[in-house]
């Protein structure tokens, strides 16, 4: 398979390449631990000529002439890179660069020989700080979901939840890459926070939509998340001791590579004990755990191995009264393997292997009567990726990915089998794409994605499209296509993500699909700031989810399950950020409408014939201001503000309670109630300010260490989460359930 493809990429060679040119490729790392760096800005001073590492941290400049030039390279954080270099006809120069950190926050726009070297984002497109993650107020522990719900676009669906509601998707609508492996509920904490473990993480990068054929198989979004490869230069370490849980990791190299291992678990069992003492609705046992770990071996200059592995699992056991308990025992497992070879300056090559499980065993026992349910879900995987570079205009890629799943289901109801459901279906995926530059203005990146599953005999095409143009050094207008399928379903509940179930399409039930169109500039208003603007619409068909009136599923055919529907999303989005100086940080605003339709449901005067009336979603929010500025107070001493104003979460107002006989010739009642227009209220507009105050020293002369200081809910906003209505009341009675109080919170982390 792999010959075919190289023969096809020769043949598609233009005969120019076999002038004399010259190339230069190499990879960029961090000087200090050697790490790569992905996304970093390479450019030729001189010429016109620039790429961006890819996400392996490799960089090609091919068919250049000879001559004398200067290369810069830049990145966040880091010193400008430059140096002058000679090349000679049919050269192919390797050129490894190493960047020094930046120990003060410069510029990250640098003028040099008046071209302007900047972070080339694409559309749709948003790289997450690794160290906005743990300079952020946070509510117990530092969190990946938590600090990317503060981007314009993702929404929150409350105080509680971590799951990612982007541009109008549920959470299941975006797919969730840890180095290259699927993973299904990363989730801690009934959903409180993410499984990732920021001391492990590497690069975060958001594609909020119009993401590139590379992806598939989510309507939304894609989040990739790569671990550390670890110090190949030092061994060190740090630790973290919090309030809710706490962490540590350590990393180093070997003669051959390097290596990483993490850990982080639960320190919350002190303060449940302390408050089952004064509280009957405490958990008798809590705990949750996760481990990350990473190998690295580099066999030549050409050739990179790695094996990657995850595993994390919550245990939670809830007496909530006298002769009820419910027991709770979720995770997820993952490992890969990877292989990075060079074929030469023009061909770069990736492959994995991928095995992702999680498992999911709820018990809830009322009265004597136990009530299980087992979840399990096996995904095995091999990804191919190959990006060929045949001349300065063109940068090719071709990549296959294929795998088996296996969904296993099962519920027992006093010990009797209710329900059981097990699919085993065969995926697959093709996909080719040509970033074109035909002049340095203009760049067009084409591509076409297949896929199939083989539930249902599905194959579908998926075409992607984005055009960019740059009107000026500091201004580029975008756009993007694409079409988006996707083959699953979560079956979940938004407040609790104990019982979280993935269903597949199949015969009788189409995988949705969708088409996004997105709009946007990307400018430099001043050197060291920024300002995007995206507008975006999409559509969601035939989407599936299991219907909430079936009162009893055993014996129902797989099709008889599902309600089928449709939505679609609009909106707008700012983002404005100052990237460099003592004060650093960014405001973003989003004005978004996102709706869904099903047959038969919310019906009403406008829709006679059962088509069923649209209606917001629960995390539909008009309006979304998010604030997070990071000032230096001294060499010791950092800042951190974050505030967030959200329009109030739509729900469905109850009017009014009825009684009514059963039956004519009985005497027993059946109480009822009436609801308005599904999710046509609002609830208060929700708003919340958080502060931290971070200090640097040293731990007795060991290592350097820092404090953290945060104050969740300044103001103490009592935002409401949802309404508890008593219909035992008459009229029916309706009591607030607030959100989180004002909550101070401490940490100590420690470097070694």
Request: a neutral charge; one cysteine or more.
């Amino acid at each position: 398979m792999i010959k075919k493809i190289l023969l096809v990429l020769a043949l598609l060679t233009p005969i120019s390449i076999f002038a004399q040119k010259a190339s230069i490729n190499g990879y960029v790392t961090d000087k200090s631990s050697r790490e790569t760096l992905l996304s970093a800005n390479v450019a030729l001073l001189e010429t016109n000529r620039g790429t961006t590492t890819n996400t392996l941290g490799y960089f090609s400049l091919t068919n250049l002439e000879p001559g004398t030039y200067t290369i810069a390279c830049s990145y966040i954080g880091f010193e400008l890179f430059r140096k002058t270099v000679t090349l000679s006809e049919n050269e192919t120069l390797r050129l490894d660069i190493e960047l020094e950190p930046n120990v003060v926050a410069t510029e990250e726009i640098v003028v040099t020989s008046e071209r302007i070297i900047e972070a080339q984002k694409n559309i749709g497109t948003q790289d997450i700080n690794t160290e906005l993650i743990t300079s952020l107020p946070k509510v117990f522990e530092a969190d990946v979901f938590r600090s990317i719900q503060l981007l314009p676009g993702v929404k929150a669906a409350s105080d509680f939840s971590s799951g990612l509601y982007v541009r109008g998707g549920s959470p299941d609508q975006t797919l969730i890459l840890l180095d290259r492996n699927t993973v299904y509920n990363p989730s801690h904490f009934f959903g409180f926070f993410s499984t990732f473990n920021p001391d492990a993480i590497k690069d975060v990068r958001l594609y909020k939509g119009g993401y590139p054929a590379e992806y598939g198989g989510r309507l939304s979004s894609v989040l990739t998340i790569y671990n550390k490869d670890g110090n190949r230069n030092r061994t060190e370490g740090t630790a973290t001791l919090g309030m809710l849980a706490s962490r540590v990791s350590i990393e180093g190299p070997y003669k051959k590579g390097s290596w990483m291992f993490s850990a982080r678990r639960s320190t919350l069992e002190p303060v449940l004990a302390a408050l089952r003492s004064t509280s009957d609705n405490i958990p008798s046992s809590f705990y949750f755990l996760d481990y990350n770990g990473k190998v690295n071996f580099d066999a030549t200059k050409n050739d990179k191995l790695s094996l990657a592995f995850y595993s994390g699992q919550d245990k939670v056991n809830f007496p909530f009264s006298d002769d009820a308990e419910f027991k709770l025992n979720y995770g997820n497992r993952t490992l890969s393997g990877n292989w990075t070879h060079i074929f030469n300056e023009k061909l770069f090559s990736n492959f994995v292997l991928t095995g992702s499980q999680y498992f999911n065993y709820p018990e809830l026992e009322l009265g004597g009567t136990p009530i299980e349910r087992r979840n399990n879900i096996y995904d095995y995987s091999i990804k191919a990726d190959l990006e060929y570079l045949p001349n300065e205009k063109h940068e090719l890629a071709i990549g296959v990915w294929a795998g088996t799943l296996t969904i296993r289901l099962n519920d027992r109801f006093d010990n009797e089998p209710s329900f059981s459901s097990r699919s085993h279906s065969r995926y697959s995926s093709l996909y080719i794409s040509d970033t074109w530059r035909p002049t340095e203005k203009w760049k067009i990146v084409s591509g076409l994605r297949s896929s199939y599953l083989s539930d249902g005999n599905y194959m579908r095409l998926e075409p992607r499209l984005s055009l960019e143009y740059k009107a000026t050094d500091r201004i580029r207008l975008q756009t993007a296509y694409g079409r988006y399928n996707q083959y699953l379903t979560l079956i979940t509940n938004e407040a609790f993500s104990g019982f979280d179930v993935w269903l597949t399409a199949d015969d009788g039930v189409k995988p949705s699909f969708g088409d996004q169109y997105i709009i946007g500039a990307k400018t430099i208003p001043f050197e060291g700031f920024g300002f995007d603007v995206e507008l975006y619409y999409r559509t969601m068909n035939d989407i599936f989810e299991l219907d909430p009136f079936l009162q009893d599923v055993s014996g129902l055919d797989y099709p008889e399950l599902f309600r089928i529907g449709n939505g679609d999303a609009y909106g707008a989005e700012f983002f404005f950020e100052k990237r460099a100086g003592n004060l650093t940080g960014f405001v973003g605003y989003t004005f978004a409408y996102t709706w869904k339709k099903f047959n038969d449901y919310n019906n009403g005067i406008d829709s006679p014939d059962g088509s069923g009336r649209r209606y917001p979603p629960k995390y539909d929010r008009r309006n979304d201001v998010n604030l997070v500025l990071s000032y230096k107070l001294s060499r010791k001493w950092k800042s951190t503000i974050s505030f967030n104003y959200a329009t109030g979460q739509a729900y469905t107002e109850v009017l009014g309670q009825y009684s009514a006989n059963n039956t004519p010739w009985a005497n027993d009642q059946l109480n009822t109630f009436t609801v308005g227009k599904i999710n046509a209220s609002r609830l208060p507009p929700y708003h919340r300010m958080d502060i931290s105050f971070s200090r640097l020293g040293t731990f007795f002369g060991l290592g350097n260490a820092e404090w953290q200081f945060q104050i969740i809910n300044v103001y103490s906003r009592r935002n409401v989460w949802f309404y508890n209505f008593d219909f035992d009341e008459n009229p029916v009675e309706r009591t607030e359930v607030p959100l989180l109080p004002l909550l101070p919170t401490i940490s100590y982390t420690v470097n070694f």
